[in-house]
């Protein structure tokens, strides 16, 4: 009993390992680097983002977003104190010019590391992602923290740690259910 389920282990574990490889061959995105009016603004400012390389499918939309990482722990507008993963979302679009680029004004909000993307279609018919990334900083005078200084952030975020412990969880169900079939075996014989 406990080699057939061994076996039926890892036939399973073999056909996810080779589904999932296949599934991830088949899209792949093109990635450029976009430029930025400033490296680092204050929370609030506003950058020009724009890309030159001629990549983009000429007319056609491009989705702008921006995904923040790192704000300060504790503190700044909207934060809640606890960073459990990046924050991404779309602010804006814009329309891929003759020349197959773009340029569009874009506000920062939050302080950290800024990283914006423009996603749109390529001119070789599959979809390109412009990335670059700005530091943002809080601006004088926010409530960061106690004091209104900001808390330096320390520690690691929450999500490795629940991903181990689903991992650890799933090992001891596995390991319950052989040692369940292992006595059933057992009493049988």
Do not use: C
Request: charged share 10%; net charge positive.
């Amino acid at each position: 009993m406990f080699r057939k389920l061994a076996a039926l282990v890892a036939l399973a574990t073999a056909a996810l390992l080779v589904s999932a490889g296949s599934a991830s061959a088949e899209y792949t995105p093109t990635t450029e680097s976009g430029t930025t009016s400033q490296s680092t603004v204050t929370d609030g400012g506003v950058v020009d983002f724009s890309y030159t390389g001629g990549d983009f499918l000429p007319g056609t939309p491009i989705t702008i977003s921006v995904s923040y990482t790192g704000s300060n722990v504790g503190g700044g507008r909207g934060s809640s104190g606890l960073l459990l993963a990046p924050r991404t979302g779309v602010v804006g679009s814009t329309t891929a010019s003759a020349s197959g680029n773009f340029s569009t004004t874009v506000k920062l909000t939050e302080p950290g590391l800024a990283t914006l993307t423009a996603s749109g279609a390529a001119r070789d018919g599959g979809t390109l992602n412009v990335v670059t990334q700005v530091r943002v900083l809080a601006a004088a005078g926010s409530s960061a923290g106690v004091g209104g200084a900001a808390l330096p952030r320390t520690g690691s975020d929450i999500g490795t740690q629940l991903w181990i412990g689903a991992g650890l969880l799933a090992l001891g169900v596995g390991l319950v259910g052989v040692t369940v079939a292992r006595r059933r075996e057992h009493a049988r014989a």
